[in-house]
């Protein structure tokens, strides 16, 4: 059985506007995920590392021998040979003899389909969200983090508009150089940020870094007055986004969004209809979250 392969980020510079094509070619830049670095304190070192293993299957390749593990994860061969026969063991990987080669297997479906508990929160908001595209005529979507990185978890484009934004369910985009990670990081406790934005530094020169910050002060302040942040130029000189984070009781957090060619995302339409209608859909999700949940 082939394996889901996860997309690498894209950068920020590769968002076009394409004419109706919500899943381009995807931009690849390497086969290794960004994750979050595995020194923090507190964390379990055999449980870190076993993850690692896991990750390292996140690309290309179905099967990978101890070497290649090795190389992915920069962990010593010895131990990722004890970990691969623990997670074997475990029904985490399977092992080929032929091949000589370990790839992932059923078990790891099962973690999967347990995270795929938010699906409701994708289906409550997806009609809402196709009748924020449809009004304005521009692409709306539903992220959340992976890692250092965000994903889209949903996305709709307007029925009418045939210029979307050139991004599919599944894309991860960096945190750090995103409006939709910056609205994230705006609602997350201090703690949480801080050791967010600690592991995003070292992937970042100097100017670029200070850059991010000045851009994430930006977003908060935006969204301390509004709600929301608005940005233009960030994913391409003629796209506007317009973002606001979405925290429901027990889940991790979220954010809604809405992009499009910055003459149909005008700041007028942003002020008295788009953003607006942002919030009334993250207010109508949390009124729904509530009520499932005294249900």
């Not at 506007?17 to 381009?24: G, M, Y």
């Not at 099967?63 to 004890?82: E, F, H, M, Y």
Request: proline share 5%; with cysteine.
């Amino acid at each position: 059985m082939k394996t889901a392969v996860r997309k690498p980020a894209r950068r920020v510079k590769d968002v076009r506007i394409v004419l109706r094509a919500p899943n381009p070619p995807e931009y690849r830049d390497g086969n290794t995920p960004v994750r979050a670095d595995a020194s923090a304190q507190g964390t379990i070192k055999p449980i870190e590392r076993g993850f690692a293993v896991l990750d390292a299957f996140l690309g290309e390749a179905d099967w990978l021998a101890n070497q290649d593990i090795a190389l992915r994860t920069g962990l010593p061969k010895a131990t990722v040979s004890r970990l691969a026969q623990t997670l074997t063991a475990l029904g985490y990987l399977t092992y080929s003899e032929q091949r000589r080669k370990y790839r992932l297997a059923v078990s790891v479906l099962t973690l999967g389909f347990a995270a795929m508990v938010d699906t409701d929160v994708v289906l409550q908001a997806r009609p809402l969200m196709q009748k924020l595209a449809d009004d304005n005529g521009v692409f709306v979507a539903l992220a959340g983090r992976d890692g250092l990185d965000m994903i889209f978890f949903e996305n709709c484009h307007s029925a009418s508009n045939t210029a979307t934004v050139g991004l599919g369910v599944g894309e991860h985009m960096p945190m750090a150089s995103s409006p939709v990670g910056w609205a994230l990081l705006a609602c997350l406790h201090e703690n949480e940020r801080g050791y967010l934005l600690d592991h995003m530094r070292p992937y970042h020169k100097r100017d670029e870094w200070m850059a991010v910050r000045q851009k994430l002060t930006d977003a908060e302040t935006q969204i301390g007055e509004k709600s929301y942040c608005v940005s233009t130029g960030d994913w391409g000189p003629d796209i506007t986004v317009v973002a606001t984070p979405l925290k429901l009781a027990d889940r991790l957090p979220m954010v809604l969004l809405c992009a499009g060619q910055s003459r149909t995302l005008t700041k007028a339409r942003v002020e008295q209809k788009a953003g607006p209608q942002l919030l009334a859909m993250r207010r109508k999700l949390q009124e729904m979250e509530a009520q499932r949940a005294q249900a």
